[in-house]
C-alpha cells in the first residue's frame, strides 16, 4: 500500500514542476503566484532561478508575457553566471492597465538561448472606483436671459459603481433648489442633468455639485452672476429707415438687444444698432428689451407731398408733410426739357423754380429730406406769351449771315478688346502616399514597434525589413518574423493597397 502511494506521488511531479523546453537547465520559479490590485498598481513578483545543468549559465533573460493589452510587462536580462545546481532570486515588474474586474493568468518566461522555462502567475483585478465631476455654466448674464447649468459625472471606474449625487443651488445665500439621487455607472459612462432657469433674477449665483460611491466622495462648485447694465436707446427715422440705436453708460453701442419694430423682431449689431426700411408714413412701434427692462416708444414717420403753379417764367412749389403743415429747409429738384433746377423751401414750404433754366413741358419735381419719406410729382407748363413790339422804319446795315457748317459726329472708333487670362493653381498630392510604401519605427522602454502601410495605388509584394537588433521575442501581425545573429527579419509575401502591418519586438 505505501509502495503505491510513493508511486503516485512520483508520477505527479512532472505536473507540479514549471514547463521546461527540452534539455532546458534552467528552471524558474515564482515565490508568490497570487497577486491582487486595481488599474494603475504596479505588481513586484519575485522568482528564483534554478540551474539544474551542469554547465553554467549567464545573460537569463526573464519576461512576464499575457493578455496584449491588459497590462504593461515588464522585463529584464540576469548576466551574473549561475553555477550549476547554483540558485539566484530576483523579481520582475507588471503594471495593471485599465482592466475589467476578473482573474488574469500571465506566463514567467526564463530564457537562454533556444532553451526556456515557464511557469504562472495569477493576478486577481478588483475593481477601482474613480469618477470626474464637472459644472458647466458661464460666469456671467445679462438679466433676461435663460441659464442653463450643466452637472456632468463621468465613471472612471474599471467595473460598475453604484452611489448617490446631488446638487444644490443658491442666490445670495438662498437655497433655490436641492437634488439627491442615487445612481449606477458602467466603466466611461456618464451622468448628465442640465438645470435650467427662466429669466433668473438678477444676484449672485452658487452651484454645489457632489456625489458619493462606495465611500469616495467628491464635490465641485462653480458661480455666476446675473446682473441689470444701465442701457440707454435711440429711436428715430432717417433717410427712409426707422433706427434703433442702444448704447451704455459709457455711449458704447450693446450688441444683441432684442428689439421689434411694428413686431418684427430684431437683434442690434456690434454697434448696437437695428435698422428697418420704411417707405409708408405712419406710427412704428419700437419695443426693447434692455436687459429685462422692457420698454416701448414710438417713432412718427412724416411724408412730404409737392404741389405747384406756374406763374410766368417761375414754377412755385409747395412742400407739405402728412398732417398738411408746410415744411421749410426741402431741398426740391426740377427736372425739364433744357435741363434741372434746384431749389429750397422757405418758411412757408415754398420753392421757386427758374422755367428758362428747365424749358417748358413737362417737368418732374422731387422733394427729399433725411427726416421725411420723399415725394415725386409731374406738371405741365407752357411758355408765357410774348407781347408784339409796335415795329418802327429803321436803316439797317445789310446783315451778313455766316453759315457755320455742322461738326460731323465725332468718331471715336472700334473699342480694342481686352483679354483677361486668369491662372490655374494645381494642387499637389505627395508621391509617397500614392505609390511608396510607408515605414514607420518606435521605441518604447523596452519594446520596439515597426509599422508598414501600403500606397494608395497599389499593393506590395514581397517586402522585406532587416534591423540589427538584440531581440528576445518578436511578433507580427501578418507575414513572417524571425531572430537572426543580431537581427530581426520581417518578410510580408504581400500587402494590399492601403493595408497595414505591424511588428513587435520584445529586446534583450
Avoid: C
Amino acid at each position: 500500500m505505501k509502495a503505491k502511494g510513493i508511486a503516485l506521488i512520483i508520477l505527479l511531479i512532472p505536473v507540479l514542476l514549471p514547463h521546461v523546453s527540452a534539455q532546458s537547465p534552467l528552471v524558474i520559479v515564482p515565490l508568490n503566484d497570487d497577486f491582487t490590485g486595481v488599474p494603475g498598481d504596479t505588481i513586484i513578483i519575485p522568482f528564483q532561478l534554478r540551474n539544474l545543468g551542469n554547465q553554467t549559465v549567464s545573460n537569463v533573460t526573464v519576461y512576464v508575457t499575457g493578455p496584449a493589452e491588459s497590462f504593461l510587462y515588464g522585463s529584464k536580462v540576469i548576466r551574473d553566471p549561475i553555477g550549476p545546481n547554483e540558485t539566484i532570486q530576483d523579481t520582475i515588474s507588471i503594471k495593471i492597465l485599465n482592466l475589467d474586474p476578473g482573474r488574469y493568468n500571465l506566463t514567467l518566461v526564463a530564457r537562454v538561448g533556444s532553451s526556456y522555462s515557464e511557469a504562472q502567475v495569477t493576478v486577481r483585478v478588483r475593481t477601482f472606483v474613480d469618477y470626474a465631476l464637472s459644472i458647466d455654466v458661464n460666469e456671467e448674464y445679462t438679466y433676461g436671459s435663460n441659464v442653463t447649468v450643466r452637472l456632468k459625472m463621468t465613471s472612471q471606474a474599471n467595473g460598475v459603481i453604484i452611489g448617490r449625487l446631488g446638487y444644490t443651488l443658491t442666490r445670495d445665500g438662498s437655497v433655490l433648489e436641492t437634488f439627491v439621487t442615487t445612481i449606477y455607472l458602467r466603466p466611461g459612462e456618464s451622468w448628465i442633468k442640465d438645470v435650467k432657469l427662466t429669466r433668473p433674477k438678477v444676484g449672485d449665483y452658487s452651484v454645489y455639485f457632489w456625489a458619493n460611491f462606495s465611500g469616495r466622495f467628491k464635490s465641485k462648485t462653480a458661480t455666476f452672476r446675473v446682473y441689470q447694465r444701465n442701457l440707454r436707446y435711440d429711436a428715430y427715422f432717417k433717410d427712409g429707415a426707422v433706427y434703433v440705436h442702444v448704447y451704455d453708460e459709457n455711449g458704447q453701442g450693446v450688441p444683441d438687444i432684442d428689439v421689434k419694430i411694428n413686431g418684427i423682431p430684431f437683434k442690434t449689431d456690434d454697434g448696437g444698432t437695428v435698422s428697418y426700411l420704411v417707405d409708408k408714413p405712419g406710427t412704428y412701434e419700437v419695443v426693447l428689451n434692455l436687459d429685462g427692462r422692457i420698454v416701448t416708444t414710438f417713432v412718427e414717420v412724416r411724408k412730404l407731398f409737392i404741389s405747384a403753379s406756374q406763374e410766368n417764367e417761375t414754377l412755385l412749389v409747395r412742400v407739405v408733410d402728412s398732417t398738411g403743415n408746410p415744411v421749410p429747409n426741402i431741398t426740391v429738384t426740377a427736372s425739364g426739357p433744357l435741363g434741372k433746377d434746384y431749389s429750397t423751401t422757405n418758411a412757408s414750404g415754398l420753392a421757386k423754380v427758374d422755367l428758362k433754366k428747365t424749358g417748358y413741358g413737362t417737368i418732374m419735381l422731387r422733394a427729399e429730406s433725411s427726416r421725411y419719406i420723399g415725394d415725386e410729382a409731374s406738371v405741365k407748363v407752357t411758355q408765357p406769351i410774348t407781347p408784339t413790339p409796335t415795329p418802327t422804319t429803321t436803316t439797317a446795315p445789310p446783315t451778313t449771315t455766316t453759315t457755320i457748317p455742322a461738326k460731323p459726329p465725332r468718331n471715336y472708333g472700334p473699342l480694342a478688346a481686352i483679354l483677361l487670362v486668369a491662372g490655374v493653381l494645381l494642387a499637389g498630392t505627395s508621391y509617397a502616399a500614392f505609390f511608396r510604401p510607408i515605414v514607420q519605427e518606435e521605441m518604447l522602454d523596452r519594446y520596439y514597434f515597426v509599422k508598414v502601410k501600403a500606397p494608395r495605388l497599389k499593393g506590395i509584394d514581397n517586402f522585406r525589413f532587416e534591423k540589427g537588433v538584440n531581440a528576445i521575442e518578436v511578433r507580427a501581425t501578418k507575414g513572417k518574423a524571425k531572430i537572426g545573429d543580431g537581427t530581426v527579419v520581417w518578410e510580408i509575401e504581400h500587402l494590399e493597397p492601403e493595408e497595414e502591418a505591424y511588428l513587435q519586438v520584445i529586446l534583450g
